[in-house]
């Protein structure tokens, strides 16, 4: 959906692409489960620093490194820093002209920025606070958009330039954070009012039979957030697309139509295929939760 709010000097080399894109945007997440530090770049458990995290947390990442040490930011979590990292990278590929790496990082920051808008991937508590509560992340950011993305309105207006990519980050961050407590809140409330044989149901997938939170359950969540998934999926959308229009504009609006005929390259088809067979044999694990 981020496509579409680019601007036509844009649009014509994201649409082109857009199945690409969209597909290459779940690398991260298989990336998280065979390769060692990449889990931390998905989420920041920002409530382990305190009643005030926000506060204290500098935004710049040596002034962060000296307060609390290289080793806890990377136990708790880097997403905003990594966003910015991500930034970089592709605002290089647009000053480069390199199609390929234009493409592919757009998909991997889109993902990054979608963790930041995720409100349990800004948690210490990003699975549960008690086993009970265990699942509530793929409810969330799965379940719940696997039942009602398409009563969804993905319209959010024309992408902007961004000033400060960084601190941007941040506030995404912060808007996702702040709802935490009132998905415990929902979540909890139901399950103490809703009797038990009417919260789970049984569902087929492929060969599997899984149990999962029912029809009603859900519906019932959904609607006590108050349509927070799909406000939460409107601010993914416009947000990956600002940042992609600002490192086109940061690398000086370069001209890509010339792009527009081109195909992905043989070079990178093959690096994918190398990567995802290193990523199928690599023991899995690595990442703190399970991505859906």
Not at 10 to 15: N, T
Not at 117 to 142: Q, V
Not at 220 to 249: P, Y
């Amino acid at each position: 959906m981020a496509v579409f709010i680019l601007p036509p000097e844009m649009i014509g080399l994201y649409k082109t692409h857009i199945e690409f894109i969209s597909e290459r945007s779940i690398d991260p997440d298989r990336r998280a489960h065979a390769v060692e530090g990449e889990a931390p770049r998905h989420y920041i458990d920002i409530d382990h620093f305190g009643e005030d995290p926000f506060e204290v947390m500098p935004r710049n990442w040596d002034e962060a490194v000296e307060k609390f040490t290289e080793d806890t930011l990377m136990q708790y979590g880097v997403l905003p820093w990594h966003i910015h990292v991500m930034m970089g990278r592709l605002t290089r590929a647009f000053r480069n002209n390199d199609m390929d790496d234009i493409l592919l990082q757009s998909a991997h920051i889109g993902h990054y920025i979608a963790d930041a808008c995720t409100p349990l991937h800004t948690t210490k508590h990003y699975n549960g606070r008690t086993p009970d509560e265990r699942g509530i992340h793929a409810f969330w950011e799965s379940r719940l958009p696997e039942l009602y993305a398409g009563e969804y309105d993905y319209f959010t207006g024309r992408a902007s330039y961004v000033p400060d990519p960084l601190e941007r980050a941040w506030e995404l961050v912060e808007i996702s954070h702040l709802k935490v407590d009132t998905v415990y809140l929902i979540f909890d409330s139901l399950r103490k009012h809703m009797p038990a044989d009417l919260m789970y149901s049984h569902e087929t997938r492929g060969q599997a039979i899984n149990r999962v939170y029912s029809r009603d359950f859900s519906r019932a969540f959904h609607d006590g957030m108050q349509s927070m998934v799909e406000r939460q999926m409107q601010l993914a959308v416009q947000a990956v697309g600002d940042f992609w229009f600002t490192a086109w504009v940061n690398a000086g609006q370069p001209e890509l139509e010339p792009l527009h005929g081109r195909s992905i390259s043989q070079r990178l088809r093959n690096l994918l295929r190398q990567e995802e067979k290193s990523w199928s044999e690599a023991e899995t694990g690595a990442a703190r939760y399970e991505a859906e």
